[in-house]
C-alpha cells in the first residue's frame, strides 16, 4: 500500500478472507493537517447509516490500476467496528475519512469503485478494464492474472 502511494487496503484485496481494513491518512496531511498520523485499523466494519448528502470526488484503487473516475458518496456515515486493541467503536465519520471507509469497506462485499460508476462510465472503461482483467496492467507493484 505504502510503496504504490495507497491510503488504504481491504484484506481481499491481498487474497486475506477477513473482514480487516487499514487506512493510513497521512500521505494527506499537507492538504489535511487533522489527518497528520492518521493510521487506523478497522475490523468486521460496517455502515449503519448514511447522510443523504453526496458528493462526487475522483477516486482510485490499488486493485483497478489506471483507472480514476468520480464516484458519488454519502457525506457522512454511521459506522460499527473493533480496533486493533478489539475495542468495540460505533461513531458517525464525515469528510475524506467517510469516502476512504466507504470505498475500503466496499472491498469487504466483493466490490470495487468502478461497480458505482454509471452503466456508460463502465463501458467508456471496458478496455482498460478487460486489459487488467487479462493481467496487462501496467503498475509498481504485483498483480495477479484473472482471465487467461
Known amino acids: 500500500m505504502w510503496n504504490s502511494e495507497g491510503i488504504g487496503l481491504a484484506a481481499p484485496q491481498i487474497g486475506l478472507?477477513?473482514?480487516?481494513?487499514?487506512?493510513?491518512?497521512?500521505?494527506?496531511a499537507e492538504?489535511?493537517?487533522?489527518?497528520k498520523d492518521f493510521r487506523r485499523v478497522y475490523?468486521?466494519?460496517?455502515?449503519?447509516?448514511t447522510s443523504e448528502d453526496t458528493v462526487s470526488m475522483e477516486e482510485g484503487c490499488l486493485s483497478v490500476p489506471g483507472i480514476h473516475e468520480k464516484v458519488s458518496?454519502?457525506?457522512r456515515i454511521r459506522v460499527q467496528y473493533l480496533d486493533e486493541?478489539?475495542?468495540?467503536?460505533?461513531?458517525w465519520v464525515e469528510g475524506f475519512l467517510a469516502r476512504a471507509m466507504q470505498h475500503e469497506f466496499d472491498h469487504l462485499e466483493g466490490k470495487v469503485f468502478v461497480d458505482r460508476l454509471s452503466p456508460l462510465r463502465r463501458q467508456m472503461n471496458k478496455n482498460r478494464l478487460?486489459?487488467?482483467l487479462r493481467g496487462k496492467a501496467h503498475c509498481t507493484y504485483k498483480t495477479k492474472r484473472i482471465l487467461k
Open 130 to 132: 478487460m486489459n487488467l
Open 43 to 49: 475490523i468486521n466494519a460496517h455502515i449503519i447509516e
Open 17 to 28: 478472507p477477513i473482514s480487516l481494513v487499514v487506512i493510513d491518512l497521512d500521505p494527506l
Open 85 to 91: 486493541n478489539m475495542q468495540e467503536h460505533d461513531e
Open 31 to 35: 492538504d489535511y493537517p487533522e489527518y
Open 73 to 75: 458518496r454519502p457525506t
